[in-house]
């Protein structure tokens, strides 16, 4: 044995001072060398108070301080000592928890009982006899779990990872080893700067449970003493076969975090998101300092066995320090789920082994934990690492190529005048502008926080045009990739009037009434992109367009942090409450145009013409697919005129608009425009052929051999026949000539009837007759008819091509209806019963 000296001092003014503090500024001596001396610790200065006993006998130990003396008689027995209890301490970590960051150390605290009754504190640091009475010359130390907790010799515990049960801290006496002790810990790691914790802090982070209960998991992260946490966002990772999260309505903020806040759960199923920013000015106002709970998730049990939480963190921001796409390392743990009839609590005071499925379990639990590859709060995730172009990247405000948090705090630093726009790229300029409504303010800051977490996003690629009525728009992620059908959806509200009224038919996107206009659900044309259209019925300009995207997680649940309109319809709620259920909820994203088309001034371009018989000549470019299409109109045309002929009747109208542009010459590059045989009674109708393959080379006689638009035709007998407007260009919008300068320009067809084919005009009149000027007038909203000298249009399909016969009189005058059978003959063709202005 040793022991250690101390003293008391006294002054003349009967005032005293003792303890440590005052007896290691005392000289102690012995009065004989040979059974002991003042050499170990503990010392000050070169004064030892420690005596180290060498042989049995008696002497004198003296005391002097400033000349001041004291003895006192020390007797030194030579019979042995033995160890005759041992007891672990209740020292270690708190609440039996060895928690703080990796690599944090504690010591076992030891008290030896000895066959003479006395007793004292074994440990390496803390008890007065520790710096000279080393453990390991009584004791042994021993953990039986490693890899949690490392024990050394003189039993100093070191914390390496998170362990889902007790530990077991073992002490045996080194004389005769009779005497052992247990005590049972647990290894809770907590976070380093920026890593995130998930679960309790003492006990084990991650408790036991019970196949179908529902239990809270706590989620923090660990900001600097001295810098705030000012943005995160992180992501939790489960396995979905183990456990679940209901929805969204299961996580959410807590008490340690007072600022914007998103969490989105099933996208994927097997993940948790938490995104969250704190944008003021004054960082430390955000009081995010230290450890902060910023929220807690929900989960449900639902398979017994070993159960892992990860997770990693995307990026966590203090005010200058960020750490980014790393694994979580104090939030990744284990624990158990069981069932009822094989619950078990571990006792490690209880020797019985009984349960056998207690030990399998924990056997599965090694093997996995051996295998565990985070080991450190360093290990790189690249789960979130997108290759993207960065010119064309949306949300990204900063300029670093990802669209994340940091983007949302930037619009906030820039909306609080700390971002300067000099310093910013052209797009993160534009990016600022999440929501495209214009300007940049807190709805912007709004938007992309809920962009990161999955639940919005960004429209792109919108584009319209007014005749036929066409739109079409995009949605991306926050990766900017197209948003997969599947999880997003898209609608439109057009406010249209009269449009509306006249009962426009959308040709692609299925359009229903609204108070406020037509909802309207958009074709999927691609991926992640959206379109309507159709021919309008009357000019409208300036149209309100509101755009409403819904997404959804992989289940297709959604909520209302998923609804996102561009910018408020009544149809959805939180409008109708913040703006009542009227036309003032309306608010629009964008105003397209619906115009009717112009008057042509000449006609367009002739299509391809053939007589009776359908020739095909196979292509180089046509396919199996061609060859069907072109069998089966074959197949048509010959049913209707075998119908036809049985009883003659007029013209079907046609039963779709075709492309207004027909390919001058025959090609095999654009569209198969019609096929018309020689018109009289007993001929079959019109037929006609689409394809966007090719077009076939049409050679068989007919009325015309070949035809340009408002040009030249020809008969097959090689007649010449000029045109009403002589030779049209493509696109010609010139205004029509009069009456009188095309009966002079073309005498020679007053006395034959003319054939061509006009594009219709949404007009009252197209031809009035009695005022040559309105030739060039502007259109007048169309009522359906267009007048006598276009047949009537089926009201479905306005904006087609249309065949019409005209009389060969060129006047102002009025038709007489009376003059109605006109013919002509010749070798070839015999036209008879057409009437002005007729089919």
Known sequence: QRFEMSAVGYLTDGTW???????????FSS??????TFTSQPCHLGLCRGFATTGPGSLIVYGSFAGVPADLPITILGDRVNISSLEILDSIGEFDTLHGIVNTTDNIEVRVGFTDGTSFIVSDFGAETSDWLRPSSLLTFQTNQKNAVSVNDEGILTLLNNYYTTIEVNVKENCANRYSDVKAIYANLDPEEHDVDLGYLFGPSLRQQTIGDYFDVEVRIQASETEPLTAFQVKVIFDYDELRVDSDDYCGRLYGWGWNFECTSNDPEYELLMVGTCGLVNTSECGTFDNNVIGFITFQAVRTGFIHLSGEVIKNMGVDTVTSNVKLFSGDAYFFVVDDAYFFVVDVDDDDDSLSTESEMRSEAEEVLSQSSVSSFNSTSTTNVVEVDCDTMQGDTNGDCVCDVADVRNIQYYISGLVNMSSLSSQAIYSMDANLDGRVDSADVHFLLRIVAYKYRFLADYSTTSNPFTLQISMLTWQSLPSHHNQSNLWLELALVDNKDLDMVFDYGNATSSPDGVFIIPERLDIGVFGAGGLPLTNEYHVPLVVIVETYNVFGDSSDSRLCPFYCTRRIEMCRN?????????????????????????????????????????????????IMAIAAAMIAA???????????????PFSQYVPTEAPPEPSIDGYVAGVFKKWNPNAMPPVLLQSTEFVQDLQEPGIFEKGKGGGEGRRANGEVLPGLLGEASQGDTAAMPDFQALKQDIPEANN?????????????SLLDEDNPASFSAPPIPAKRDHGGTISQMPPRFPGGPQLRLEKPQLSDEDTDDSEDEDSFNDDNTTISGLSAGSQ
């Open 17 to 27: 001072k003792g303890g440590v503090s005052f007896s290691r500024w005392v000289n």
């Open 31 to 36: 009065s004989d060398d040979m059974l002991g």
């Open 578 to 626: 913040a703006f009542g259920d009227s036309a003032d909820a309306f608010f629009p994203f964008n105003y397209p145009n619906l115009t009717i088309p112009e008057p042509t001034s000449s006609p367009t371009q002739s299509p391809n013409w053939q007589g009776a018989n359908l020739q095909a000549t196979r292509s180089a470019s046509a396919n199996i697919f061609t």
């Open 638 to 652: 010959l049913i209707a005129r075998y119908f036809y002929q049985k009883q003659p009747h007029r013209p079907a």
């Open 752 to 764: 034959k009837p003319t054939l061509r084919i006009d594009r219709s005009d949404s007009m009252d």
